[in-house]
Nanobody, 119 residues
Framework: QVQLVESGGGLVQPGGSLRLSCAAS????????MAWYRQGPGKQRELVAT???????NYVGSVKGRFTISRDDAKNTVYLQMNNLEPEDTGVYYCNAVIRSLGGWRDYWGQGTQVTVSS
């Protein structure tokens, strides 16, 4: 079976930076799109950024210019570098990936990592 495990969350002051990582493990044949989502307090889960295997990154809303998504296909890992963090960035960040394994193509989610931006 395939698992996604996030790391790198924590407490940071406004204007600070964090780097999230998400490693996929298991019987992986291929990974298509990898993405980061987040869910703020009392809010619905929302897309933050995506990156495909051969294409460029895409960002949504207020994170443009502050966040950078990247991937290392040799390590089956996706990263999210978050700079100039704002209190509105607080939430649980989830990794998502479309992965081909023994059972074919499927959508997988990580367990989430908490990011808190506060002074």
């Amino acid at each position: 079976q395939v698992q996604l495990v996030e790391s790198g969350g924590g407490l940071v002051q406004p204007g600070g930076s964090l780097r999230l990582s998400c490693a996929a493990s298991g019987s992986i044949f291929s990974i298509n799109v990898m993405a980061w989502y987040r869910q703020g307090p009392g809010k619905q889960r929302e897309l933050v950024a995506t990156i495909t295997g051969g294409g460029g990154p895409n960002y949504v809303g207020s994170v443009k210019g502050r966040f950078t998504i990247s991937r290392d296909d040799a390590k089956n890992t996706v990263y999210l570098q978050m700079n100039n963090l704002e209190p509105e960035d607080t939430g649980v960040y989830y990794c998502n990936a479309v992965i081909r394994s023994l059972g074919g193509w499927r959508d997988y989610w990580g367990q989430g990592t908490q990011v808190t931006v506060s002074s």
